[in-house]
């Protein structure tokens, strides 16, 4: 989704992220809701995954997207640590899904979810390999 335009008074609702490392140890992560202009300093990816799930909630608009900002302030490890946290996250949330009770026809959620983490993962492997 780079260089899509996002008109303000749309139905997008832009929760936009950068992780910035803290010395001697450590991260924030800075998060801005598009549609209030609030800034919230996370310090944790539950802190991050909560503000994200208010924003959404709280939103007079039809649909979502977050997304990461380059962070030229974050080092590498704090990079992957938040990236493996937000998988693990992702596969209990979906782990959760399977699990609640779903209606007979969920019009193809759980099949394209499971798609979307084969191909996740045949990409995650690809990488290792090169």
């Known amino acids: 989704m780079p260089n899509e335009t ?3 008074n749309g139905s997008l ?10 010395e001697p140890e450590g991260f924030i992560i ?3 809701n598009d549609e209030s ?3 919230f300093e996370a310090q944790s990816v ?8 208010e924003s959404v909630n709280r939103s007079a608009r039809d649909n979502f997207v977050a997304t990461w900002l380059p962070s030229p302030r974050a080092r590498k ?15 209990w949330m979906q782990e959760e899904l399977r699990q ?4 007979e026809d969920d019009g193809g959620l759980m099949d394209a979810l499971d ?3 084969e191909k996740e993962e045949e990409n995650g492997n690809a990488d290792k390999a090169d």
């Open 6 to 8: 996002v008109d303000p």
């Open 115 to 117: 798609e979307q983490s």
């Open 46 to 53: 539950r802190e991050y995954a909560e503000f994200l799930i």
């Open 30 to 32: 800075r998060v801005k």
């Open 37 to 39: 202009g609030e800034t």
């Open 13 to 22: 609702l832009t929760i936009s992220a950068e992780i910035i490392s803290q």
């Open 77 to 91: 490890r704090d990079i992957d640590l938040i990236g493996m946290q937000l998988g693990m996250m992702d596969r």
């Open 100 to 103: 609640a009770e779903a209606p």
